[in-house]
């Protein structure tokens, strides 16, 4: 058995196994190539054509910038649909065919001179794989535009010209809260390398919406969000290919979904401001709702405003120079941008100053005959025949200069400054929104520098300091949460503008037909909202910079005085108080330019010469709840061309909490049944 082993031959079995495969190897390779031999011999010329013919190109699919609510869930900035002309420079061809395409687009749908050349001068400044990157030429194209371009494509082929769906942002209430919404505008050359300079991570290009001003700017990395990407093929023209072989060629998958920005809720009340707005009826100035007991801003106005659709995206030369050239400065946010002098509004914080420096109590009372001297140098009170006997109180009330520049002079500059800068003034407030200003409040250091010259600080200039007059200059902003400080007894807030941000929502509603419960009724119509809720990410709190710890007795006397001029017959803003709340306020003049001895009525002065009016303002008197403050640049006295705004400002806050509280137990029944 063990010899029959050993005579069997191994190699030889498995010779003819080696051989088949060597004959199916040898078969393979033959078959390779054929195969290579006709699409590099035979069909080589037409496969490198369609090579050379067939691009794969990515194409940005836009998405929805977040949006921004008011904080009621009111929509004050949205997005909407656009149809879009894109240009590829690589698929343009040459020059010269380049050169025919852009004229024939332009002839097509009426292009500005100013709009061809930016065209003309976006493409040719792309170079390497930037050239295959579509540029948005135009946005907004009406269907007489797209019809236009689709017959001058049957003359004339426009190729390397789409027309595609974009986004565009959208403020449904036009000029409605401007400068503190912003805008949006389209990146441009230099902006777009300081981004990439910056290694943004968002990945901007050119012609990609950027915020510019306002929450849209401040919060530009929140609202943003991030393109989706569909891939399909085009030839060499940019035309793209049939539906059916762009699927078998990059299969399904070839499109990224867009991920919209987060959407944004602010501390406004869209009701109040529309009402605020409203309720503004000079040339330019500005009005500031606050709460005083948590620093939330409730309404933010300037006037004049831009209406942010219109200046979003390619704005044109030559609106921007009407915007950029006007007098009034509709750019420009008054409220966080506009420094005046206080005028008689200022008085509260002297008088804050003069108790706190023991320079007198508030039972003191001064004479004043019309006048205050010291030295040589005599300052008139704005009742020429005086106020006679005046105690703290009756110097609010009735907004007595000679008292405040009595105070002034007793406690000095430097108290008086540091007073001031303690409740805020002279420094930026913190807000979240570009281009504040800080206001100034000068001290004996600040005029030795600006007034080296005439000698430096001389006595007589605290005189003026204490009427809110001088070189004192605040913001409307500043204004309105120094008296909330007064409000709340001694709590200076950092300014909220956004309650909280949210991501977007992506619940649908699915309509349907509900099951009538009376037969003889049709079926209704019904709703369900499916899909999971927004989810919380940030949420504002309300930051304190610092409390003043306020005296009680002192803080009650300035307070007394600020009710005395809305509520006591002579007070300053006795005949323009509200009839609805009770309230504390003071009125403010401020001088403008230097005039002579005489004085002139408003009509009697150029527009430019007549005094700011003042009126500040909190409700209800006893239990604050609403702080406004209002600016009316060049319209006179603050009893007369501000404190009716104010009032007009409450009155609306009391009103929509009224209606509110009407419509709550009505919306608990509803949900209770």
């Given amino acids: 058995m063990t010899g029959g082993l050993h005579g069997r031959n191994p190699a030889r079995e498995l010779r003819p196994r080696l051989l088949a495969a060597l004959w199916l190897i040898v078969a393979v390779f033959l078959l390779l190539a054929v195969r290579l031999y006709a699409l590099q011999i035979v069909r080589g010329e037409e496969l490198s054509r369609k090579g050379r013919e067939n691009f794969l190109q990515q194409l940005r699919v836009p998405h929805d910038r ?18 879009d002309l894109q240009v590829t420079p690589a698929f343009l061809g040459d020059k010269t065919t380049r050169a025919e395409t852009l004229r024939a687009l332009g002839r097509s749908i009426g292009l500005s001179a100013e709009e061809q050349s930016a065209i003309e001068e976006g493409v040719a400044a792309q170079r390497g794989l930037d050239r295959f990157q579509p540029l948005t ?75 510019r001003d306002g929450v849209e700017w401040e919060l530009e990395g929140e609202l943003r969000g991030q393109d989706g990407v569909e891939k399909t093929v085009v030839d060499a023209k940019g035309r793209r290919q049939h539906a059916d072989a762009i699927e078998q060629l990059l299969g399904e998958n070839r499109r990224q979904a867009p991920q919209p920005g987060r959407n944004v809720f602010l501390t406004i009340d869209r009701d109040l401001q529309q009402a605020a707005e409203a309720a503004f009826d000079g040339t330019a100035g500005a009005v500031v709702a606050v709460d005083p007991r948590n620093g939330e801003v409730l309404a933010l106005v300037s006037v004049p405003a831009f209406d942010p659709g219109a200046v979003s995206g390619l704005l044109g030369l030559a609106e921007k120079e009407r915007l950029d050239n006007d007098p009034l400065k509709p750019w420009m946010n008054r409220a966080i941008s506009g420094q005046y002098a206080p005028g008689s509004t200022f008085k509260a914080f002297t008088a804050e100053a003069a108790l706190r420096e023991k320079a007198t109590s508030p039972s003191e009372k001064v004479r004043c005959p019309g006048y205050f001297a010291m030295g040589r140098t005599v300052w008139r009170c704005h009742k020429d025949s005086g106020h006679g006997l005046v105690d703290l109180t009756a110097a609010l009330k009735v907004s007595c200069d000679t008292y405040f520049y009595t105070m002034g002079a007793r406690i000095g500059i430097d108290p008086l400054a540091a007073v001031a800068r303690a409740f805020g003034f002279g420094a930026r407030s913190g807000i979240a929104l570009r281009n ?38 605040v913001t409307p902003l500043q204004l309105a949460f120094g008296y909330a400080a007064l409000a709340n007894g001694g709590v200076v807030w950092r300014p909220l503008t956004v309650d909280r941000i949210e991501t977007a929502d992506f619940r649908v509603t699915r309509r349907f037909l509900a099951q009538a419960r009376d037969a003889a009724q049709p079926p209704a119509v019904a709703e369900e909202v499916i899909g999971d809720p927004p989810a919380v990410l940030k949420t504002a709190t309300p930051t304190p910079t610092r409390e003043l710890g306020l005296d009680g007795e002192q803080l009650a006397a300035v307070r007394a005085g600020l009710f005395a001029v809305t509520n006591e017959a002579g007070g300053t803003a006795y005949w323009r108080r509200s009839r609805k709340v009770s309230m504390s306020g003071k009125t403010g003049t401020a001088q403008v330019v230097r005039l002579g001895r005489e004085r002139l009525k408003n009509e009697e002065m150029s527009y430019w010469e007549r005094d700011h009016a003042w009126f500040v303002a909190w409700a209800p008197a006893e239990a604050p709840e609403l702080v406004v403050a209002v600016v009316n640049e060049h319209s006179g006295h603050g009893s007369s061309a501000a404190a009716p705004i104010a009032v007009r400002v409450i009155d609306a806050w009391f009103d929509l909490g009224q209606a509110r509280l009407a419509r709550a137990p009505a919306a608990a029944d509803e949900g209770a049944r």
């Fill in 66 to 83: 977040g949006i921004i609510f008011d904080r009621f869930g009111r929509i004050l900035a949205d997005n909407r649909p656009s149809l």
């Fill in 137 to 211: 030429s135009k946005r907004d194209l009406t269907a007489e535009q797209v019809e236009a371009i689709e017959a001058e494509r049957s003359l004339f082929r426009l190729d390397g010209v789409t027309i595609v769906e974009g986004r565009r942002r959208a403020y449904p209430h036009g000029k409605l809260a401007a400068h503190l919404l912003g805008y949006v505008k389209e990146i441009d050359g230099p902006q777009l390398e300081t981004e990439r300079g910056r290694g943004n991570p968002r990945r901007y290009v050119l012609g990609d919406f950027m915020g």
């Fill in 436 to 473: 504040e200003k800080p206001g100034l409040v000068p001290d004996e250091a600040f005029h030795d520098r600006v007034d080296k010259a005439t000698g430096g600080y001389q006595r007589g200039m605290v005189v003026n300091t204490a009427i809110g007059q001088g070189s004192l200059l």
